[in-house]
């Protein structure tokens, strides 16, 4: 399920932005991208972003800006004069020129953090405010699982309105069963045993007959929806009920034997499929 969250943080000489997104996934699989002063806390980062939403492809991305004098990042000089000094020679030697300071600025360790290692305040903030970014996704999350639990009220309710148009046929299937052997009688041009045909009828009848199907297709659609309304971590579940909701469909119309009936199923199936893939952005 997607989920987007952000939230900036304003402490002494630096801004703090915090953001997070959320694509589905099977796995909680969290890609963090920190500054190197948080790398400390990275493992405690991962921990609270996996409890807090379980499952997903999640992307944290956290961001400092410098505001004051006090946190700007000192240049490490004896790094940068060593640096320096290579790249004259190397300029020399090769008769090449460019913007040599720049490109020392730009060198590993050449400019380090005010801070060395992070304080408990700090980490104190950054932690609520990881919590609050986290909240604010999960929020996103619920309002897009409303609108997916509608879409799925609807799929529902439109299997059902196909079954129903199915009902009025049965009498009709019924018939044409009965006709058909009268037919195939016919033409052998024999005596017919009444009570023999009445058995053999019966027994396509019951071949045919679909009231099982039909029951246990309410009942899954029936179970499908407490599950909606029940929420919390059911995406699984939903998955599972789908399949047995596909199997009494698929049931359906090997029984059919009717054309109209066919297309009923067609349908049902169509939206069975809507129903499959929105299921898989369900936790």
Known sequence: MTGFGKKVLQLPGKKISIEMKSLNSKQADINLRLPS?????????????SESLIRGKIDCNINVEVTGIESA?????ELAEGYL??????????????????????????????????GDEEWKIL?????????????????????????????????????????????????????????????LKSDVDQERFEQELIYYLEKYDITEEKVRLSSHIQYF????????????????????IGREINTLGSKAN??????????????????????????
């Open 37 to 49: 002063l948080y790398r400390s806390k990275e493992g405690d980062i991962r921990q609270l972003i």
């Open 73 to 77: 990042p000192r240049i490490n000089m």
């Open 85 to 118: 000094k290579q790249l004259k020679q190397l300029s020399d030697a090769t008769g090449t020129s460019g913007d040599l300071l720049g490109s020392v600025m730009r060198l590993p360790d050449v400019l380090q953090s005010a801070q060395d290692e992070l």
């Open 127 to 187: 932690e609520q405010g990881l919590l609050d970014t986290l909240e604010a996704l999960k929020e996103f999350r619920a309002s897009e699982g409303s609108r997916l639990a509608e879409d799925l009220q609807l799929r529902l309710q439109n299997i059902e309105e196909a079954q129903a148009k199915v009902v009025p046929l049965e009498e009709e299937r019924r018939q044409r069963v009965k006709d058909k052997l009268m037919r195939s009688l016919e033409q």
């Open 225 to 244: 929806r407490e599950l909606i309304e029940e929420g919390n971590m059911v995406g699984k579940k939903l998955g599972f009920v789908s399949q047995e």
């Open 258 to 283: 009717h054309a109209e009936m066919q297309r009923l199923v067609v349908e049902m199936k169509d939206e069975l499929e809507k129903i499959k893939e929105q299921a898989l952005n369900i936790l």
